[in-house]
């Protein structure tokens, strides 16, 4: 509590009712597990586009490889995307650093640097 109002913190950022003038705040409070949780976050990002094809690739990767939630043909399912296009943003990652930094930097064109993984 902060000065007799309730205070949340979303996204690093504290907020206040009383500062946006809210009386009350719709939301839905939901209990996720790990993989639930990753998959909300995953989707909700691939949305707003906020993440870089490379951000795409790890993120894809640490799914399917790094936890073993399940293969790619279950995460195209639970994003919407197509198996070739998750496999090509893995792919990504088998780049050499150099080629991976040309992404970054927005030198190299995405589908160029996935002709180059084939």
């Known amino acids: 509590m ?12 504290y907020y206040s009712i ?3 003038c809210y009386a009350k705040i719709a939301c839905h ?3 996720l597990d790990d993989k639930q949780a990753f998959e909300v976050s995953l989707i909700e990002n691939l949305q707003r586009k906020t993440l870089g094809p490379l951000d795409e690739a790890s993120a894809f990767k640490a799914y399917v490889s790094d936890f073993g939630w399940g293969g790619v043909s279950e ?4 994003i919407g995307k ?19 930094n040309s ?4 030198t190299l064109d ?9």
């Open 2 to 13: 902060k000065n007799g109002s309730h205070c949340y913190y979303f996204f690093g950022i």
């Open 18 to 20: 009383h500062d946006y």
């Open 29 to 31: 409070i939901i209990e």
């Open 75 to 78: 995460l195209s399912l639970k």
């Open 82 to 100: 197509s198996i070739s296009y998750i496999i090509k943003r893995i792919k990504l990652l088998n780049l050499p650093i150099d080629i991976q």
């Open 103 to 106: 992404i970054i930097n927005h």
């Open 110 to 118: 995405t589908s160029t640097a996935e002709e180059c993984s084939q």
